[in-house]
Each structure stands twice: as C-alpha cells, then as structure tokens.
C-alpha cells in the first residue's frame, strides 16, 4: 500500500527563520509527487509537481526538492502570510495503473511576526 | 477566469439523510475528481469521472455515487449519512485522468451530520 508521511506535524517559525518540511513515501514506481497550500477552511491549492529524483522546483519563497524515498519543501526567509498547512500527494504506478493520488496529512505552519 | 466552484458551502443534515454536493471545474477542465478531508487528515480520494463516466474509484462505499452532465459539471450524491460522513468535501478539475496534470480544487463544502 502506497504511504506517505509528512514531518513535522506542525511547526513554528519566526518571521524570516528559514525551514524545511519533509515528505517522505513508500511506493512502487513514482509518477508524480505534488505540493498543496491549504488555508483554513479553503480547498488546497497547487504549487509544485515532481517527477523524477534530483528535480527541483521554485516560486518565490518556496523551493521543493525530490529525491527517490522523500521530497523536502524549503522556505525561505518565510513571512505571516507563508501560514497555513502544506499537503504532500503522490501518484504511483503501484495504485494498479489508475492515477489516484495519496496524500499525507500535511505540516501545519505558523510563521510569527 | 472561473476557478473551481462548489455548492453549497456548508450544510447540516440528520443522520440516515441523503445529500447531494455540486461542482463546475475550471473553465477548459473535463475531468473532476471528489475528495473527502476529514478534521486533520490529508484529502481522500473518492472517484473521477470523465466523458460522463466514472473512471476509477477510492476505497468508499457505494452510499457515495456521482455524476457528471455534458457541460462537465458533477454531483457527488450521499445516501443513508452516517456521523463519520462529515468532512470537507472537495472537488478538483483537471484535463483529461491522465498522469502529471495538475488540479485545481473549489473551495468545499463543509457537511456536518447531526
């Protein structure tokens, strides 16, 4: 069964205090791993998708790295509105040839002023 | 441009209800997939439906069906709800169930059962 964990579960940052959250996963075969932002009581929205190990992929203050067991999501000098809980999903060739994503259960983050 | 939109936004039923949740994908997106979040936990995958049929399934049972009409919108239909069946429901629209596209979601509709 496809699994993927992210870490930590939630995590506190002052204004500027660079950090990474990670999303590890246990597949057979990746096709894609996909990074979500989700405010409260909002619908996630996309950010990034990976394919393949070493590929890296920015926006702004956001920069998210693959590598073949987990992907890391970097923030840089983050600010308040950088608040909010970041979601992680893959797609696998071990989900019997569909293309149903899995997700983890996301890293809440509060950046502080 | 119209992002993904749900309806409606919240709604309180009684347990052994039915209820049916609504979405129109993105402008240009003919493939809309529902999702159920419970509190604290990430999305979980209930079905797809493209070109009006259901493409692949998650693990829930069948009181949740679906549909899709030819202008691409969808329902997602509950029967008999149970207390566990509230959540943030989401739908998200892509092009065509294929692998590396992205998807948009709507914003959910929030159903709590009492």
């Known amino acids: 069964e496809d699994q993927v964990t992210q870490s930590p579960e939630a995590l506190r940052l002052q204004e500027g205090e660079s950090s990474s959250l990670n999303c590890s996963y246990t597949?057979?075969?990746?096709?894609?791993l996909f990074w979500y932002r989700q405010d409260p009581g909002k619908g996630p929205e996309f950010l990034f998708t990976?394919?393949?190990a070493g590929e890296e992929k920015e926006k702004e203050r956001l920069k998210a790295t693959l590598t073949k067991k987990e992907s890391f999501l970097h923030i840089t000098a983050p600010k308040p509105e950088d608040s909010a809980t970041y979601l992680c999903a893959v797609q696998a060739t071990s989900s019997g040839g569909s293309y149903i994503p899995t997700f983890g259960r996301g890293t809440s983050l509060i950046v502080h002023p | 441009d119209a992002g993904v939109t749900q309806s409606p936004t919240h709604l309180i039923k009684t347990r052994g209800q039915q209820v049916t949740l609504r979405c129109s994908p993105k402008s240009g997106h003919d493939t809309v997939s529902w999702y159920q979040q419970a509190l604290g936990q990430g999305p979980q995958f209930i079905f797809q439906?493209?070109?009006?049929?259901?493409?692949q399934r998650g693990n829930f049972p069948d009181r949740f069906s679906g549909h899709q009409f030819p202008n691409y919108s969808s329902e997602l239909n509950v029967n008999a709800l149970l207390l566990g069946d509230s959540a943030l429901y989401l739908c998200a629209s892509s092009l065509v169930p294929t692998e590396n596209t992205e998807a948009f979601f709507g914003q959910g509709t929030r159903l709590t059962v009492v």
């Open positions: 439906y493209y070109e009006e049929e259901e493409r």
């Open positions: 990976l394919y393949s």
């Open positions: 597949v057979s075969g990746l096709r894609g």
